[in-house]
């Protein structure tokens, strides 16, 4: 069956392509044949560029020269790691304000002896720091640091405890770990 597709094929491209010459037919086809009346300068090459031999203290200072650069064209260097690790460390302590528990607007009320205390914690978004450690084979450590600030209010019920205004009683420093994969911040 494959043969005989690939013979019908063969014949009908023969046919198309004007191939009654392929076939034994008429031959006496007039082709214009066209000849330049002058025949075009040939453009000539571009001389290379001379070489010249480095010297061997030449060949030293090269090679620190190379190591610097980055290996691979979509190598990232560690300043624009450390600048992503930045962004992204403002980016989590960020969402931790937005999702930490209790929060300004849902504190957490408790009794403390015949006053009622209510408290939230709020993160210091101006307090961010991010520290970048190498790690092994292009793979990095990176430290997000902030400080939560926890806010205390009191009164004689649970409803003036809300509405009370709240101080500052102790603040934490939160250290966080992410790492870098080679690609992007892991989390």
């Known amino acids: 069956m494959r043969k005989q597709i690939f013979w019908a094929f063969l014949l009908i491209f023969g046919l198309t392509t004007g191939g009654c010459a392929w076939f034994g037919g008429d031959s006496s086809s007039t082709e214009a044949v066209v000849t330049p009346a002058q025949p075009e300068p040939a453009a000539e090459p571009a001389p290379a560029p001379e070489k010249t031999a480095p010297a061997k203290a030449d060949k030293k200072a090269a090679k620190p020269a190379e190591k610097k650069q980055p290996a691979a064209r979509g190598a990232k260097t560690e300043a624009q790691i450390a600048a992503e690790l930045d962004v992204v460390g403002r980016k989590l302590v960020a969402q931790a304000g937005r999702t930490v ?10 009794q403390d002896g015949k006053e009622f205390v209510a408290s939230y914690v709020a993160v210091d978004e101006d307090s961010v720091s991010t520290e970048l450690r190498p790690g092994a084979s292009g793979q990095y450590v990176g430290f997000v640091r902030y400080k939560e600030n926890v806010f205390e209010c009191r009164g004689a019920s649970r409803q003036a405890a809300l509405a009370a205004a709240c101080q500052q009683v102790k603040a934490r420093r939160i250290n966080e770990l992410i790492r870098y994969d080679g690609k992007s911040w892991q989390y």
Request: proline residues 10%.
């Open 101 to 110: 528990v209790p929060s300004k607007s849902k504190k957490d009320v408790r």
